[in-house]
T-cell receptor
Framework: GAVVSQHPSWVICKSGTSVKIECRSLDFQATTMFWYRQFPKQSLMLMATSNEGSKATYEQGVEKDKFLINHASLTLSTLTVTSAHPEDSSFYIC???????????????FGPGTRLTVT | DAKTTQPNSMESNEEEPVHLPCNHSTISGTDYIHWYRQLPSQGPEYVIHGLTSNVNNRMASLAIAEDRKSSTLILHRATLRDAAVYYCILRSRLSNFGNEKLTFGTGTRLTIIP
């Protein structure tokens, strides 16, 4: 099956710094990638949808200037948390889809997640 | 988006079948029923999906009520590795699956008792 990786798997950063999380589709081209955030004991909340080569679409309440998303290629999307604060500490998960280019196109393929801790 | 309702938690003994219910009384004729599961500290993984007929795959079975207002995910023989949060999600058949976002509810936390 299609594999999505994330890097790093966990990161600790100081308040006020920025951190970049990478999401890669390893064996397929992902025209659309999604970024989710999950707080402890809660469900996944979609943050934004990104299509390759275009600007991301952010969900209501998500600050686009704080959570910078770049989807420059068909296999890589990045999420940069700028000026991170402790309340940004969360589990960030990406997913990728192929828009019908794979037989199992009804699936979204999820990465393993990145745990961000801001001190 | 049509909404789904699931029990917050369920328990099952190891090596016994598990039936996870999902209510979706406002489902439309164009909605597929999808199930994902999330193991602890991991991203979700696809389990199964269906439209009207019951479906089987290597992971599970999906039983869909005749009126489609509810469905049941069946794990035939639960193992400790099946302990996870199971999400029932509706997705429109009319959409481009690749572009459509998934709306996760609270899901059912399944605990397997050794």
């Amino acid at each position: 099956g299609a594999v999505v990786s994330q890097h790093p798997s966990w990161v600790i950063c100081k308040s006020g710094t920025s951190v970049k999380i990478e999401c890669r589709s390893l064996d397929f081209q992902a025209t659309t990638m999604f970024w989710y955030r999950q707080f402890p004991k809660q469900s996944l909340m979609l943050m934004a949808t990104s299509n390759e080569g275009s600007k991301a679409t952010y969900e209501q309440g998500v600050e686009k200037d704080k959570f910078l998303i770049n989807h420059a290629s068909l296999t890589l999307s990045t999420l940069t948390v700028t000026s991170a604060h402790p309340e940004d500490s969360s589990f960030y998960i990406c997913s990728a889809s192929t828009n019908g280019r794979l037989a199992d196109s009804y699936e979204q393929y999820f990465g393993p997640g990145t745990r961000l801790t801001v001190t | 988006d049509a909404k789904t309702t699931q029990p917050n938690s369920m328990e099952s003994n190891e090596e016994e079948p598990v039936h996870l219910p999902c209510n979706h009384s406002t489902i439309s004729g164009t909605d597929y029923i999808h199930w994902y599961r999330q193991l602890p500290s991991q991203g979700p993984e696809y389990v199964i999906h269906g439209l009207t007929s019951n479906v089987n795959n290597r992971m599970a079975s999906l039983a869909i009520a005749e009126d489609r207002k509810s469905s049941t995910l069946i794990l035939h023989r639960a193992t400790l590795r099946d302990a996870a949060v199971y999400y029932c999600i509706l997705r429109s058949r009319l959409s481009n699956f690749g572009n459509e976002k998934l709306t996760f509810g609270t899901g059912t936390r399944l605990t397997i008792i050794p």
